[in-house]
């Protein structure tokens, strides 16, 4: 075979020499050629030089395409956290506005200057408790009643003013008046109490706000009075045995519950009778009480006992 014939031979096979794809005979066939054949030898030092720089050349794309598809994952990653934030910032920006606004209403309601609540307890044994206030410019009452299958029987009551350090006792049942004075009774005296405000110190302490966002789980419904209403449940509570339901327009407590919270038991004995859910239930009115309704009430028949309590500290 004449020289050039074979170097156009050996020439055809470099790439696949230099790429390591020949046959063993084809290989042992070049590499005889390239010995004596510098032209060849130099034709496949510029192959080599070729596949080397074309394999630094991908490599570098290659390196390019990982670097931008790590750009594109960090900033799909830094969007996705992004949005979350956003949605969870929104969740809570959502609650605290419900809460604010709650605490808002029902400081607006307490500000009434007549205003009548009555808060209601079942007992157990067909019996259930309920505490009236009447409260109007200042005076007080609340009047306890029990309500059986035999009647209403009227226990007790207390009246006083509004940051007067007195307030009076009656016991009806046992005829005895108790008046007890005192630093105690004009804290106890204050209209917050009287009217039994659920958000009293939300206004002062931010904390406390955020605090029940947090804690608590915030619903909406309209079933049992036919009107809005929100349903607080506590978040970290697994049987969610405890609900507080806030009237939206007045931001005052209407129901409150604790699941299988009241026993009752079989006479004389530790075993369960039953188990029943304990539920408070209230009811508002307002600019219906009477000066009638906050009079004190006439102890002329009852044994009266005055207590200081500061000179029993």
Same mark, same amino acid.
Not at 73 to 79: A, E, G, H, L, T
Not at 208 to 220: E, Q, R, T, Y
């Given at each position: 075979?004449?020289?050039?014939?074979?170097?156009?031979?050996?020439?055809?096979?470099?790439?696949?020499?230099?790429?390591?794809?020949?046959?063993?005979?084809?290989?042992?066939?070049?590499?005889?050629?390239?010995?004596?054949?510098?032209?060849? =030898?130099?034709?496949?030092?510029?192959?080599?030089?070729?596949?080397?720089?074309?394999?630094?050349?991908? =490599?570098?794309?290659?390196?390019?395409?990982?670097?931008?598809?790590?750009?594109?994952?960090?900033?799909?990653?830094?969007?996705?956290?992004?949005?979350?934030?956003?949605?969870?910032?929104?969740?809570?920006?959502?609650?605290?506005?419900?809460?604010?606004?709650?605490?808002?209403?029902?400081?607006?309601?307490?500000?009434?200057?007549?205003?009548?609540?009555?808060?209601?307890?079942?007992?157990?044994?067909?019996?259930?408790?309920?505490?009236?206030?009447?409260?109007?410019?200042?005076?007080?009452?609340?009047?306890?009643?029990?309500?059986? /299958?035999?009647?209403?029987?009227?226990?007790?009551?207390?009246?006083?003013?509004?940051?007067?350090?007195?307030?009076?006792?009656?016991?009806?049942?046992?005829?005895?008046?108790?008046?007890?004075?005192?630093?105690?009774?004009?804290?106890?005296?204050?209209?917050?109490?009287?009217?039994?405000?659920?958000?009293?110190?939300?206004?002062?302490?931010?904390?406390?706000?955020?605090?029940?966002?947090?804690?608590?789980?915030?619903?909406?419904?309209?079933?049992?009075?036919?009107?809005?209403?929100?349903?607080?449940?506590?978040?970290?509570?697994?049987?969610?045995?405890?609900?507080?339901?806030?009237?939206?327009?007045?931001?005052?407590?209407?129901?409150?519950?604790?699941?299988?919270?009241?026993?009752?038991?079989?006479?004389?004995?530790?075993?369960?009778?039953?188990?029943? /859910?304990?539920?408070?239930?209230?009811?508002?009115?307002?600019?219906?009480?009477?000066?009638?309704?906050?009079?004190?009430?006439?102890?002329?028949?009852?044994?009266?006992?005055?207590? /200081?309590? /500061?000179?029993?500290?």
């Amino acid at each position: 075979m004449k020289k050039n014939d074979e170097c156009k031979i050996v020439q055809d096979l470099l790439f696949g020499y230099a790429d390591n794809i020949l046959s063993q005979e084809s290989k042992d066939f070049v590499e005889k050629h390239l010995i004596s054949c510098e032209n060849c =030898k130099s034709k496949l030092e510029e192959i080599k030089k070729d596949l080397k720089d074309n394999e630094v050349a991908q =490599k570098k794309e290659i390196d390019y395409l990982k670097k931008v598809r790590r750009k594109s994952q960090i900033k799909s990653i830094f969007f996705a956290v992004i949005i979350i934030l956003i949605i969870v910032f929104m969740f809570f920006l959502y609650k605290f506005l419900i809460i604010n606004s709650i605490v808002n209403n029902e400081n607006r309601s307490l500000k009434n200057t007549n205003f009548y609540k009555e808060q209601i307890q079942m007992l157990g044994n067909n019996q259930t408790s309920v505490f009236k206030t009447f409260y109007k410019d200042g005076k007080y009452k609340t009047v306890s009643e029990k309500y059986s /299958d035999l009647g209403v029987t009227l226990e007790s009551a207390t009246f006083g003013e509004v940051n007067s350090d007195k307030i009076t006792y009656i016991d009806f049942i046992n005829k005895k008046a108790t008046i007890r004075k005192g630093e105690i009774s004009k804290k106890l005296n204050s209209e917050e109490n009287i009217k039994g405000s659920y958000f009293r110190d939300y206004d002062k302490y931010l904390s406390l706000k955020l605090g029940m966002i947090f804690v608590m789980d915030i619903s909406k419904d309209t079933y049992e009075y036919g009107k809005e209403y929100y349903v607080l449940r506590n978040t970290f509570e697994n049987n969610q045995r405890w609900e507080l339901w806030i009237d939206k327009e007045t931001g005052l407590r209407i129901k409150e519950i604790n699941k299988d919270g009241h026993k009752e038991y079989f006479p004389e004995s530790t075993v369960t009778k039953s188990v029943k /859910d304990s539920i408070l239930e209230f009811r508002y009115n307002f600019n219906i009480v009477t000066d009638e309704d906050v009079k004190p009430i006439d102890m002329t028949e009852y044994e009266v006992e005055y207590i /200081d309590m /500061d000179k029993e500290k």
